[in-house]
């Protein structure tokens, strides 16, 4: 995130372009982006924010929806994507909840960081696990080098 946000500063010293700071974190369940003209303060709004009609950043970059590839064709068994945003064919979920449509709510413990820090974290519906980068070896809570 700061890496974009610095190549974002960056892009506009350098061109003189309007350019919206702005950042998507599917993983995590969250998008941020620039409220006002200052590049310094940047909001956090739910997936569920995107492509929803209304504007949320400054020059609403959260409602390009060919950009973002927002779809209508996540609806699956009657079930409708409602905590979430539909990218793609694909239901991407707000923090909080889970499933392939976003219907069970879920806690993200990734966010914690509850793993080693030479472990990857993956949320799961109810749990999460934790997987040794490779290289190192152990449960995920504890990895060792080889
Ligand atoms: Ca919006
Ligand atoms: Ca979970």
């Known amino acids: 995130t700061n890496a974009q946000l610095s190549?974002?500063?960056?892009?506009?010293?350098?061109?003189?372009?309007k350019h919206e700071v702005f950042f998507l974190n599917l993983e995590d369940g969250y998008f941020g982006c620039q409220v006002n003209e200052s590049?310094?303060?940047?909001?956090?709004?739910?997936?569920?924010?995107?492509?929803?009609?209304?504007?949320?950043?400054y020059m609403g970059?959260?409602?390009?929806?060919?950009?973002?590839?927002?779809?209508?064709?996540?609806?699956?068994?009657?079930?409708?994507c409602?905590?979430?945003?539909?990218?793609?064919?694909?239901c991407h979920c707000n923090d909080g909840f889970g499933g392939c449509n976003c219907q069970v709510p879920d806690e993200n413990e990734c966010k914690y960081r509850p793993c080693d820090v030479f472990a990857?974290?993956?949320?799961?519906l109810g749990s999460f696990t934790c997987t040794c980068f490779p290289g190192y070896q152990g449960d995920g809570l504890h990895c060792e080098g080889k």
């Open 7 to 17: 190549a974002s500063r960056k892009h506009v010293g350098i061109f003189g372009l």
């Open 39 to 57: 590049t310094d303060y940047l909001q956090l709004y739910e997936l569920s924010k995107l492509c929803d009609g209304t504007s949320d950043c």
């Open 61 to 80: 970059s959260d409602e390009l929806r060919n950009k973002l590839k927002c779809t209508n064709d996540c609806d699956k068994d009657g079930t409708a």
């Open 82 to 90: 409602s905590n979430g945003v539909c990218l793609d064919g694909q």
């Open 120 to 124: 990857h974290c993956t949320n799961t």
